[in-house]
């Protein structure tokens, strides 16, 4: 009862986690440019929710229905970001999308074929599922090392944002607990992992998070209209703090006599 209770609470945490890039997504729709923004932790992502649910089915790991209720939702929402990604990037970034999303497919087709063909018992389908996860969730929760060393070249957190870090440290916990309740090596394996990547980046946040671009002030001062003298047309610039004879004047007018 208690690790189905934390198991709940994981999915909770779990759903905000794949929440938080919400921000990021809204930016990259409302700019129309996914600028220095990265596929890889969703495409990651993407893979690692598609194990997991292959795992937590009953015909491969019974009793593990939590796992595949957040984990397809979390599916459905990776979807979503990759989506919008894809819609606004450059044919580059596009052509890079498609080989990647078209090589998950073919390997979750494998692996299922020969998992469900090749082996008939939960115990030996549970191993090799479970060590492609740990592979794969391992990638996931490291990917976001290209964004760590973005922030360390330019030592700023523009694009590594608090909210996502601080939810994945919790998520990790949590299904880090889950899993030691009734030990499970792979959870219990892939989510300290993610413990250890999301600690990193908020250590890192707690060095650079000083460098976070301030919102510019968009007020601008307008030119003052020079007068120009009767005399001679030069213009002549306004000053506001010209002191003439102890008097300030707003301006002050020249005149010059050229003689031939």
């Not at 590594?160 to 009734?182: D, E, H, K, Q």
């Not at 650079?208 to 601008?220: A, C, E, G, H, S």
Request: with cysteine; aromatic share 10%; net charge positive.
């Amino acid at each position: 009862m208690i690790r189905n209770v934390v198991g709940i609470v994981g999915n909770v945490i779990s759903f905000g986690l794949f929440l938080s890039p919400v921000p990021t997504f809204w930016r990259i729709v409302k700019e129309k440019d996914v600028k220095n923004f990265k596929a890889d932790p969703y495409l990651a992502t993407l893979l690692n929710c598609m194990l997991w649910v292959f795992y937590g089915l009953p015909i491969v790991h019974p009793n593990s229905i939590l796992v595949v209720t957040i984990n397809g939702i979390g599916l459905v929402i990776e979807a979503i970001y990759l989506t919008i990604f894809f819609l606004f990037s450059d044919k580059k970034n596009k052509k890079k999308m498609g080989v990647v999303l078209a090589m998950e497919a073919l390997f979750m087709a494998a692996v299922a074929l020969d998992v469900l063909l090749g082996t008939h018992t939960h115990q030996r389908r549970s191993l090799i599922v479970g060590i492609l996860c740990v592979i794969f969730g391992t990638i996931m929760y490291s990917s976001p090392l290209t964004i760590m060393s973005q922030v360390v070249k330019t030592k700023s957190m523009e694009y590594m944002p608090l909210l996502l870090s601080v939810v994945s440290f919790l998520n990790g916990v949590c299904w880090t607990s889950y899993a030691l309740i009734r030990f499970d090596i792979f959870i219990t394996i892939l989510n300290g992992l993610g413990v250890l990547f999301a600690l990193m980046q908020l250590i890192l946040y707690a060095i650079y998070y000083r460098t976070i671009p301030k919102k510019q002030d968009k007020n601008l001062e307008l030119p003052t209209v020079a007068p120009v003298t009767k005399d001679t047309n030069i213009v002549t610039p306004v000053s506001k703090d010209n002191d003439v004879n102890g008097i300030t004047a707003s301006h002050v007018t020249i005149n010059i006599t050229i003689e031939p």
